[in-house]
């Protein structure tokens, strides 16, 4: 905590505010006699997101029918102080530097919380139980209100973290490829009907491939390094953790014989291909009738193999070098999984309609060439493909700072509609019983939701814990 705060200018601030009976863009005023509003971090997150931050005022209450505000105080300031700072230390991200001042106001206590507006480079505040955007709020005028998904993407635009694609490798331009330069700009100019006029340090800095140092150097971005490399970027300190490590289990657990495993190293178009290849190699075909002609397929799409390793590379957060990228092949599944949590605004319910990436550099140069779908549409191919080959729809698992997709395989096919409602269910929130899905499905009978919890039991999908009326079901993974 900061005093940015003088006493007298605070008092004045609550005088006008009180004698003009509202709040402003820069003070709100809160009854805390009952204790701390359950709702004042939005006042907290509005004025840490906006210009000029504010104040707000504990022990001063509105008189409705009157429509005028009087200081009641009656305040048990060392509590409300406790919680305040707790408040911040556990539950506010990104807030704005803060003071706590308590005041002898009208023959009254009042505590004055001032907030300040937080650096562009860190907005927005927000709280970390409802994420963003839910949990980050503006002032508008006397009102806090939500941030809109444009304005959050606004907000993270100038946020380091988003921008980690961009830092500088501090390595010479010659270790870019020349060749993987000249292509791919060729084919940009083809797909926006430009001419190509060659390679320059001032094309190559506009797409964020190159970097400009404070003292004027050029260096490669490391979206620049990682798909433009001559040489494996892996052989740099800057990308010795950007590898894929694959791994072909015999049965549905880690603990089973290990047929194959391989550490993919190199530009992230080579991760890519390698990686499926690796997959490709490690899964059976089968039979499938199309139309009047028999095929041989994969056991799982392709396609959607494909798409979700790309997304698993492109979108991973490049920050976290303590894991690598996994794929891990069982007996009856397929799980990949990528360093980093969704973004922010990006949820699993809203995956199919999110075009927001942590990566932009990486990922409009992927997309250009043609390595991936956009975010959304990409992830709308995966259900497609995986319905089309009669397969369980895929599990997306947010944990914490890992984000892992799971394909199921053929055991698994006959899953009815409720229990993959069902599964997903416990995937998210780590049990279910009987009694709460039969809550969820109200018109289906006890005994079918039994039938169908033993059915994946049996299946060895989920393990059923405790007994009689306390047994309870859990993931098997």
């Known amino acids: 905590m900061t005093s940015f705060d003088k006493t007298e200018p605070l ?16 003070v709100e005023f809160k009854d805390a006699r009952g204790g701390l509003p359950s709702d004042v971090w939005k006042a907290i997150s509005a004025f840490s997101n906006s210009p000029g931050g504010g104040i707000i005022v504990f022990g001063v209450v509105e008189n409705e029918e009157k429509r005028t505000f009087e200081a009641v105080g009656n305040l048990d300031i060392a509590t409300l102080q406790e919680k305040i700072v707790s408040l911040f230390q556990e539950k506010i991200k990104n807030a704005g530097i803060y003071n706590l001042k308590p005041l002898a106001y009208k023959n009254t206590n009042i505590l004055v919380l001032s907030v300040s507006e937080t650096s562009k480079e860190h907005k ?11 949990g980050a709020f503006i002032r508008s005028g006397n009102v806090n209100r939500s941030i809109t998904e444009e304005e ?8 380091p973290q988003y921008k980690y694609d961009k830092i500088s490798t501090q390595l010479s331009k010659n270790v870019l490829s020349g060749g993987k330069l000249s292509d791919y700009l060729k084919k940009s100019a083809e797909r926006t009907n430009r001419k190509y006029i060659g390679i320059s340090d001032k094309v190559l800095n506009n797409l964020g491939i190159l970097v400009n140092s404070d003292d004027g150097e050029i260096f490669p971005s490391l979206a620049g390094l990682l798909i433009f490399s001559k040489d494996n970027p892996q052989k740099y300190d800057i ?5 894929v490590r694959c791994v072909r289990y015999s ?15 190199g530009t992230l178009d080579i991760l890519i291909n390698r990686t499926l290849k690796f997959i490709l190699r490690n899964i059976s075909l089968r039979a499938k009738i199309i139309g009047a002609k028999r095929e041989e397929t994969y056991q799982y799409p392709d396609k959607a193999i494909r798409e979700i390793i790309a997304n698993a590379i492109i979108h991973r957060d490049y920050q976290i070098t303590g894991t690598y990228v996994q794929v891990a092949i069982f007996s009856d599944r397929i799980e990949i999984s990528n360093p980093g ?18 990566n932009e550099i990486i990922a409009r140069i992927m997309n250009d060439l043609d390595y991936m779908e956009e975010f959304g549409r990409g992830i709308d191919l995966v259900y497609r493909l995986m319905d089309e080959w009669n397969l369980v729809e895929p ?44 809550a969820i499905f109200s018109g289906v009978s006890r005994a079918t939701i039994n039938n169908d919890l033993q059915g994946m039991v049996s299946m060895g999908l989920v393990e059923s814990k405790g007994a009689s009326i306390n047994t309870f079901y859990i993931p098997s993974y």
């Not at 008092?11 to 820069?26: M, P, V």
């Not at 698992?397 to 394909?407: D, E, P, Q, R, Y």
Request: charged share 25%; with cysteine; hydrophobic share 30%.
């Open 11 to 26: 008092l004045l601030k609550i005088d006008k505010a009180i004698k003009q009976s509202t709040e402003s863009d820069g």
């Open 251 to 265: 049965g549905k657990t880690v603990t089973t014989k290990i047929i194959d495993k391989q550490d993919i190293e």
């Open 152 to 159: 959050m993407r606004s907000f993270l635009r100038f946020s």
């Open 341 to 358: 949590t969704l973004p922010p605004g990006v949820t699993i319910e809203n995956l199919k309609d999110s075009q927001f990436s942590r």
């Open 239 to 243: 990308c010795r953790r950007y590898v």
């Open 124 to 134: 927005p505040c927000y709280h970390v139980d409802f994420g963003l955007p839910r």
């Open 395 to 438: 599990l997306f698992k947010n944990k914490s700072n890992t984000f892992k997709v799971t394909l199921l395989g053929e055991d698994y096919s006959g899953l009815n509609e409720r229990q993959v409602e069902m599964w997903y269910l416990m995937q998210n929130e780590g049990s279910i019983t009987a009694r709460s899905a039969h």
